[in-house]
């Protein structure tokens, strides 16, 4: 079984900082990709960024420059240093590893938390 936790979020104001944390449990052997997706109202999941076991990172462009992913392959948790933080960046943050190697040898493809909200005022 694989779990995987957000922390982090809450209310900042515009031009304030975050940073998220994503936890895993359930004895991992590998994870290929993790990442941050959001989600705000009234609109469909997009991605922010990825990072992949080599540290290769991919960003959305609205958040280039002020956000920065990085991870921890030994604890395979990921994070998301949100700086500038602009009222559009309000959304629920979903954390997301691909390519799951369990210690019994099972292989998951795609698994998601349970999100954290992220609340910018103006």
């Known amino acids: 079984q694989v779990q995987l936790v957000e922390s982090g979020g809450g209310l900042v104001q515009a031009g304030g900082s975050l940073r998220l944390s994503c936890t895993t449990s359930g004895s991992i052997f590998s994870i290929n990709v993790m990442g941050w997706y959001r989600q705000a109202p009234g609109k469909q999941r997009e991605l922010v960024a990825t990072i992949t076991s080599g540290g290769s990172t991919n960003y959305a462009d609205s958040v280039k420059g002020r956000f920065t992913i990085s991870r921890d392959n030994a604890k395979n948790t990921v994070y998301l240093q949100m700086n500038s933080l602009k009222p559009e960046d309000t959304a629920v943050y979903y954390c997301?590893?691909?390519?799951?190697?369990?210690?019994?040898?099972?292989?998951?493809?795609?698994?998601w938390g349970q999100g954290t909200q992220v609340t910018v005022s103006s």
């Open positions: 997301n590893a691909k390519g799951i190697l369990h210690n019994s040898g099972t292989y998951y493809n795609d698994y």
